[in-house]
């Protein structure tokens, strides 16, 4: 489990100021699990839940939540197409995939797409509340799973080489290095800022830096530019 996976996030005391998500999965037991992780948090209320991609679009429009989760595979509309579809048409809402292991493609797709972060279904409920917070903060979550599988089946390639990454991540300065690796942790500005002891208006200059030094179009590619860049065998 990674080392941020802490309870910091988990119980936030003013109930007004809770994280509003919407919550779309096909299959009642999975969504009625991950409803059940998610209000064990305080600081999180499921404000909506869908059977499906159009049902979650529909969510999205009369509620404005602060988060939407969506499974990459549902039946009427998919994940991915109501992902699409939410960029197009609400713009930037923090949008968190749950995903199965043997959904590669599915995940590659929702990273073109602009998705901010994946989660497995079977992974620790505390991934997922992490995921969450880190995803409506600004951040951008690839469980460590997920992670694995990219870098194994050479799926992240797509988006940027092992040997480019190493390059990439070469011609930050040390600080911006420091700052890219907590990013690809998932970890939003504010929580990195406390990390490096930086104010955090600091850290948002060094994230803008990263992303036009390195090229990468978003915090996504960027931690995928960490993942290749710090990965066994990387050259460097």
Avoid: W
């Amino acid at each position: 489990m990674n080392r941020e996976l802490g309870g910091e996030h988990m119980n936030r005391p003013d109930a007004s100021a809770a994280l509003r998500v919407v919550l779309a999965d096909d299959e009642p037991l999975v969504r009625a699990g991950l409803a059940g992780i998610l209000e064990t948090d305080d600081g999180v209320r499921v404000v909506a839940q869908a059977s499906s991609g159009h049902e979650a679009l529909t969510a999205v429009r009369a509620h404005r939540p602060d988060i939407v989760l969506l499974d990459v595979r549902m039946g009427t509309m998919d994940g991915l197409e109501a992902l699409a579809k939410i960029r197009r048409t609400v713009g930037p809402l923090p949008c968190l995939m749950v995903t199965t292991f043997g959904e590669d493609e599915y995940v590659a797709e929702a990273i073109r797409l602009g998705a901010d972060g994946f989660v497995l279904k079977a992974g620790d409920p505390r991934e997922l509340l992490f995921a969450v917070h880190a995803a409506a903060s600004g951040g951008a979550y690839f469980s460590p799973a997920v992670s694995r599988r990219l870098l194994q089946t050479g799926l992240g390639t797509r988006f940027v080489a092992q040997q480019d990454a190493r390059e990439r991540f070469d011609r930050l300065t040390p600080r911006e290095q420091e700052v890219l690796e907590l990013m690809g942790d998932g970890l939003p500005n504010p929580e990195i800022a406390e990390c490096l002891h930086l104010a955090e208006g600091t850290v948002k200059v060094h994230v803008t830096s990263i992303l036009r030094t390195t090229g990468a179009r978003n915090r996504v590619e960027a931690a995928l530019i960490a993942a290749h860049a710090r990965a066994p065998g990387s050259p460097g």
